[in-house]
């Protein structure tokens, strides 16, 4: 029981590094999303995907883009890494409209 | 004044002690989630209920759509519930979901 896999666990990048953060569900969902969650707010939509081919921004998208390869994997990527980054970043998959969502464990990135 | 305001902000209690944690939304919604954040950062739908109330197994959550509030209640508290209970309500479209900055509880032996 996978459920939502995110890849890595922690990563520290300097400004202006890229890098892609993985996110894997084994659910077969169709909408996928990911959040950037930071002190004293709550989670912020970032990107999500409603279903395989499509993706759209979401209230933080600047900064970031995203592809859903496949069903199963929606990836974030930051191209140039800049400070206020710094986050953790969540990935969620739900099925449809009105269910659940299921979280991924998190990615705690710090950019410096 | 932000969209969903929970409260209390942090909340310690002794083990056994019967929770309160309440939700208030200001934007009409079509369903309201509470989430568990454990303290090693993982997140847990709990609960997503649009009307009524829902149980499962100590958490009870409710919510009155007219006053635009719900409430997570956990009834024999244990140190295993410590975590951030976040609140977060869907509407406004398909994708909106506007999440609480969340309640830190803490349960004491």
């Known amino acids: 029981n996978a459920g939502v896999t995110q890849t890595p666990k922690f990563q520290v990048l300097k400004t202006g590094q890229s890098m892609t953060l993985q996110c894997a569900q084994d659910?077969?969902?169709?909408?996928m999303y990911w959040y950037r969650q930071d002190p004293g707010m709550g989670l912020r939509l970032i990107y999500y995907?409603?279903?395989?081919?499509?993706?759209d921004k979401g209230e933080v998208p600047n900064g970031y883009n995203v592809s859903r390869l496949n069903k199963r994997e929606f990836s974030l990527r930051l191209e140039s890494a800049a400070p206020s980054q710094t986050s953790v970043y969540f990935c969620?998959?739900?099925?449809?409209?009105?269910?659940?969502?299921?979280f991924g464990q998190g990615t705690r990135l710090t950019v410096v | 004044k932000n969209e969903v305001e929970q409260s209390p902000q942090n909340l310690t209690a002794q083990e056994g002690e019967f929770i309160t944690i309440n939700c208030s939304y200001s934007?009409?919604?079509?369903?309201l989630h509470w989430l568990q954040q454990h303290p090693g950062g993982g997140i847990v739908s709990l609960f997503m209920?649009?009307?009524g109330k829902k149980k499962h197994g100590r958490l009870i959550a409710t919510i009155n759509i007219q006053e635009k509030h719900s409430s997570l209640h956990i009834t024999a508290s244990h140190p295993r519930d410590s975590a951030v209970y976040i609140c977060?309500?869907?509407?406004?479209?398909?994708?909106?979901?506007?999440f609480g900055i969340g309640t830190k509880l803490q349960v004491i032996p």
């Open positions: 934007v009409g919604i079509s369903a």
């Open positions: 977060a309500v869907r509407g406004g479209g398909y994708q909106k979901v506007t």
């Open positions: 995907s409603a279903s395989e081919g499509t993706t």
């Open positions: 209920l649009s009307s």
């Open positions: 969620a998959s739900r099925a449809g409209m009105n269910t659940e969502a299921f």
């Open positions: 659910m077969n969902h169709n909408s």
